[in-house]
């Protein structure tokens, strides 16, 4: 076996964990069940702006411009009396829509995609916070490698692929129902080598972003 299959091995199935890892941990957040404390449910959009990362020398695409990725986002934040949430910070958990328009688009086309997430709490004030979030799921893009239309997408070689995202999001709490956000994301697409060719696209973005609160509950009105 050669040093590429060696590494495409080693690649594939640990990018499978990491999937895995993120889906155990938002189902968790999402399906388990406890007497809570508090509930909240928040709806977010947001706007990434930023830039495709030429990543390999195998690299055809030429990067002509900025990508812009546009998500609305349900997020989820539950105090209850688990361990492992307590253990966690009480993260947050969301399902996020994504529309992305990756430069070029002439060869990405348009893709769309669906995420489960979870936001870990790294640092909390009265008026802001700071969380790491992960999140993967799926998304179709409109253009993919073809030998002879589209040949120069060697980086997408399906229609479906996977996204992986992580970010660092800073919110600005400015009432009880409303915050601003800014963040740093890395978005990754890939079919995790499903179908050749597929380098992936990695996108590097600022994100800025709206939330507003739709509905808390404490754990007695729950009850009433």
């Known amino acids: 076996m050669n040093s590429w299959n060696k590494h495409s091995i080693f690649y594939t199935s640990s990018f499978h964990h990491l999937v895995l890892g993120i889906l155990f941990f938002v189902g968790m957040g999402l399906f388990s069940n406890a007497h809570a404390q508090a509930i909240s449910n928040q709806l977010e959009f947001g706007v990434s ?8 020398a ?13 998500q609305l986002s349900w997020v989820r934040h539950k105090n209850d009396s688990l361990a492992w949430r307590k253990a966690a910070n009480f993260p947050k958990v969301g399902l996020t829509l994504i529309l992305a328009d990756c430069a070029p688009n002439d060869v990405f086309g348009y893709g769309i995609g669906i995420s489960p997430f979870i936001d870990f709490t790294l640092r909390q004030r009265s008026k802001s916070q700071l ?3 992960l999140g993967t799921g799926l998304a179709y893009f409109t253009k993919a490698y073809d030998p002879v239309s589209n040949p120069e997408n060697n980086v997408i070689g399906s229609h479906l692929n996977t996204i992986v995202h992580l970010g660092i999001y800073h919110q600005w709490i400015l009432n009880s129902r409303l915050s601003l956000g800014q963040a740093i994301n890395l978005i990754h697409f890939s079919n995790a080598r499903s179908t050749s060719p597929n380098l992936g ?11 507003y609160t739709l509905t808390k509950q404490s754990g007695r009105e729950r009850l009433s």
Request: hydrophobic fraction near 45%; charged fraction near 25%; proline fraction near 6%.
């Open 49 to 56: 702006v930023g830039r495709v990362i030429r990543h390999n």
């Open 58 to 70: 195998k690299f055809k695409p030429v990067v002509n411009g900025p990508s812009f990725l546009y």
């Open 131 to 133: 969380d790491l979030r």
């Open 201 to 211: 696209i990695n996108t590097v973005a600022a994100k800025f972003s709206v939330r």
